[in-house]
């Protein structure tokens, strides 16, 4: 590949989307993980994420811009991020400052998700290649990632306590509030409050309404108690469990086993559906 000249992305692509698009289709160009059925243009509440994927590594959240990286693109991505509960979170620019890049490092050493800046660049034949400007550094996080406090109420589920399906990383405290899975497109989550327990399901799109309506045929009312909440962004469905939450510390066991139980009964349902 000819390196000596590069040219501007906009030389390439009209519109960020279309940089987007491509982006999802060549993800393994980043080498940030394996990922696949990648969305663009994800809802994410009431904003769209440039790309959103899922495989064997989690979820993958990119944000991408021409030219310099921004802080409100940054922000997003991190809005994005702990909304997705993402495993890894990359930001693909042109061109990056110095302060952007200390603080994905510092976000690398105080967090679960795996944080990248990627350089794009383009030569004069069109042809793109990624530079990892800032990425994780596993070898040096270990002991500073001790520091952190991690949720008590989500960690034997995470260890596998209650079935195989919800294990994963130690959720921090300050993100306790749910843990997901993703099936077919469909957002699986387990919340908790103070005060009660619930499964909320996120249909993504395209054709978010028409999922819903042929997936909940899967939970007929004779068998399931739920209640459609969706929004002007939004279309989710919630099946609610107990009046119990993270207040009823002696009721723990029975919470998760309930939220456990009944999120893995979805998630079977709707993956041997084949919808």
């Excluded at 794009?120 to 070898?139: G, K, M, V």
């Excluded at 589920?157 to 399906?165: A, H, M, N």
Aim: aromatic share 10%.
């Amino acid at each position: 590949m000819n390196l000596q000249q590069t040219i501007p992305l906009s030389d390439i692509y009209t519109r960020e989307e279309e940089f987007s698009s491509d982006l999802a289709n060549t993800l393994a160009a980043l080498n940030v993980g394996k990922f696949e059925d990648a969305e663009t243009e994800a809802n994410v509440g009431t904003r769209r994420a440039d790309i959103v994927a899922v495989g064997e590594d989690g979820i993958l959240v990119v944000e991408n811009q021409f030219g310099k990286a921004d802080w409100d693109h940054w922000g997003r991505l991190e809005a994005y991020a702990r909304l997705k509960e993402a495993d890894v979170a990359v930001l693909v620019a042109e061109d990056f400052e110095e302060l952007m890049i200390v603080t994905c490092n510092l976000r690398n050493e105080d967090s679960n998700v795996n944080w990248y800046l990627i350089q794009a660049q383009a030569n004069s034949h069109s042809e793109l290649f990624f530079n990892h400007i800032s990425r994780p550094a596993i070898d040096i996080q270990t002991e500073k990632k001790g520091d952190i406090v991690y949720s008590e109420f989500w960690e034997p589920i995470r260890e596998g306590k209650f079935g195989e399906l919800f294990v994963g990383k130690p959720i921090p405290i300050r993100d306790e509030r749910w843990i997901m899975k993703t099936i077919r497109k469909v957002q699986i989550c387990l919340y908790l409050n103070k005060q009660q327990c619930y499964i909320r399901l996120y249909f993504l799109s395209p054709n978010h309404f028409e999922r819903r309506d042929k997936i909940m045929e899967l939970f007929p009312e004779s068998e399931y108690d739920y209640e459609y909440k969706d929004t002007s962004s939004q279309t989710t469905v919630i099946f609610p469990i107990l009046d119990k939450g993270k207040n009823d510390r002696d009721d723990w066991d029975e919470i998760r086993k309930e939220l456990v139980d009944l999120g893995t009964d979805i998630f079977n349902k709707i993956n041997e559906s084949g919808l």
